[in-house]
């Protein structure tokens, strides 16, 4: 009997250590952590040189979601998935670009920890912060839609007018109960058009000054008379008789 319970023991000890996986990337979560940042603009050094945490974020939210049937595999993966994100968030500056999208992961794991009153309130900040994050609407849509319809639908609504052509958004509208046409859209207004300036009118070149003189001195004179010679009869004769 003692044997048997050691034997037990033994594998028990086996499996548990053979749950966890050791902490160094995979070839795939390697994979999938470049993509997630491919065609992104790195340009920002002192932030982005913290950006490996957010890989660890990401892989080991998808080691959590494989791992939903041992607890302490699960809890150990979410742990270290929250570290990720949260590390990125206290090392990077505010203005920093891909912030919003850390702190929607970060919900997202929070989520998956059943931590949902702490996951709503981040996916707040972000559609607060960043309108265009469809995934935030979903999630907050789903979180109150058995407990606030009304609140669910509007705020699905809210996520179309910022996203309009967004086909999640619009299948969980009607799920909703929201009736048809979608809501409007938010159109940024035009600037007013600022009216061109009046055509200016072409100037005739000036004339040059001994023009003018010459043209004024011609006007004021009277053409002088060509002299009389000769008689009515032959007047290019000027001693002819008449």
Same mark, same amino acid.
């Given at each position: 009997?003692?044997?048997? $319970? *050691?034997? *037990?023991?033994?594998?028990?000890?086996?499996?548990?250590?053979?749950?966890?996986?050791?902490?160094?990337?995979?070839?795939?979560?390697?994979?999938?952590?470049?993509?997630?940042?491919?065609?992104? %603009?790195?340009?920002?050094?002192?932030?982005?040189?913290?950006?490996?945490?957010?890989? %660890?974020? $990401?892989? /080991? &939210?998808?080691?959590?979601?494989?791992?939903?049937? %041992?607890?302490?595999?699960?809890? #150990?993966?979410?742990?270290?998935?929250?570290?990720? /994100?949260?590390?990125?968030?206290?090392?990077?500056?505010?203005?920093?670009?891909?912030?919003?999208?850390?702190?929607?992961?970060? +919900?997202?794991?929070?989520?998956? +920890?059943?931590?949902?009153?702490?996951?709503?309130?981040?996916?707040?900040? !972000?559609?607060?912060?960043?309108?265009?994050?469809?995934?935030? &609407?979903?999630? *907050?849509?789903? #979180? &109150?839609?058995?407990?606030?319809?009304?609140?669910?639908?509007?705020? !699905?609504?809210?996520?179309?007018?910022?996203?309009?052509?967004?086909?999640?958004?619009?299948?969980?509208?009607?799920?909703?109960?929201?009736?048809?046409? &979608?809501?409007?859209?938010?159109?940024?207004?035009?600037?007013? =058009?600022?009216?061109?300036?009046?055509?200016?009118?072409?100037?005739? +070149?000036?004339?040059?000054?001994? =023009? !003018?003189?010459?043209? +004024?001195?011609?006007?004021?004179?009277?053409?002088? =008379?060509?002299?009389?010679?000769?008689?009515?009869?032959?007047? #290019?004769?000027? /001693?002819?008789? %008449?």
């Amino acid at each position: 009997m003692k044997f048997i $319970l *050691l034997a *037990l023991a033994g594998l028990l000890a086996t499996d548990s250590a053979l749950a966890l996986q050791p902490f160094a990337r995979t070839a795939a979560e390697d994979a999938m952590c470049r993509a997630s940042i491919a065609g992104r %603009d790195t340009s920002d050094k002192r932030n982005w040189e913290h950006m490996h945490h957010y890989c %660890d974020g $990401l892989r /080991f &939210y998808n080691r959590a979601v494989a791992s939903t049937r %041992d607890r302490n595999e699960f809890k #150990y993966n979410i742990q270290l998935s929250l570290g990720g /994100f949260d590390y990125v968030l206290s090392h990077t500056s505010p203005d920093f670009n891909m912030r919003p999208e850390v702190i929607a992961n970060k +919900a997202r794991t929070l989520a998956l +920890a059943e931590r949902k009153a702490e996951a709503v309130t981040l996916y707040t900040g !972000v559609v607060q912060q960043t309108p265009d994050y469809v995934p935030a &609407y979903l999630y *907050l849509a789903d #979180y &109150y839609a058995s407990s606030d319809r009304k609140k669910a639908l509007s705020l !699905v609504s809210d996520g179309l007018r910022h996203n309009p052509d967004t086909k999640s958004l619009q299948r969980r509208y009607q799920e909703l109960g929201g009736k048809l046409p &979608y809501p409007e859209p938010l159109v940024q207004a035009a600037p007013p =058009e600022t009216a061109p300036p009046p055509a200016e009118e072409p100037v005739a +070149a000036a004339a040059a000054p001994s =023009e !003018v003189d010459s043209a +004024a001195k011609t006007a004021a004179e009277p053409a002088a =008379e060509k002299p009389k010679i000769g008689s009515p009869k032959n007047p #290019y004769c000027r /001693f002819c008789p %008449d």
